[in-house]
């Protein structure tokens, strides 16, 4: 599982990039075609990774339920996010993992409810969740990549 662990935080490190790299109009952007935007992918990401691996061990989440709510399947920005919101995500991005992490190792995943992916993929185990979970931050980096060329 450690490998899991670096892939995951090598992509928020990825993402961290963003920040730096984009003003806040950019990530708030939707560009024509588009039906999200930068820091929605980043906010989706967070949440996403909380919903596959807490929710689906039958525990709580580390990320506010507001925020869920906002990033979860489905959602779409409705609105453009103030640098304190953005400041907000871009601290969700490493300790929601680091702790995943922690929790791992310390056994507290003891039960998953099997859920199949809308992609098809069948998660039966906390593992099936961490790993399909790289894969899932994968297809939003990839929709980044292409987000920014029309920024």
């Not at 490190?13 to 024509?32: A, G, H, M, W």
């Not at 990774?49 to 906002?70: A, D, F, T």
């Not at 593992?127 to 920024?151: C, V």
Request: charged fraction near 25%; glycine fraction near 6%.
């Amino acid at each position: 599982m450690e490998h899991e662990f670096r892939i995951t935080r090598t992509s928020r490190e990825i993402c961290d990039r963003f920040f730096d790299d984009y003003s806040l109009e950019q990530l708030n952007k939707v560009p024509t075609g588009f039906n999200n935007n930068l820091i929605w992918n980043i906010g989706h990401i967070i949440v996403s990774q909380q919903i596959l691996v807490y929710n689906g061990s039958g525990l709580l989440p580390m990320v506010r339920e507001e925020l869920m709510g906002k990033y979860m399947r489905g959602t779409k920005p409705e609105f453009d996010l103030t640098q304190k919101e953005v400041d907000e995500i871009r601290s969700l991005l490493f300790s929601p993992v680091e702790r995943t992490e922690q929790d791992y190792y310390k056994n507290i995943f003891t039960e998953y409810t099997e859920r199949k992916t809308q992609l098809g993929f069948t998660l039966s185990t906390v593992e099936d969740a961490i790993a399909f979970n790289n894969y899932h931050e994968g297809i939003h980096f990839g929709m980044m990549m292409s987000l920014r060329k029309f920024l």
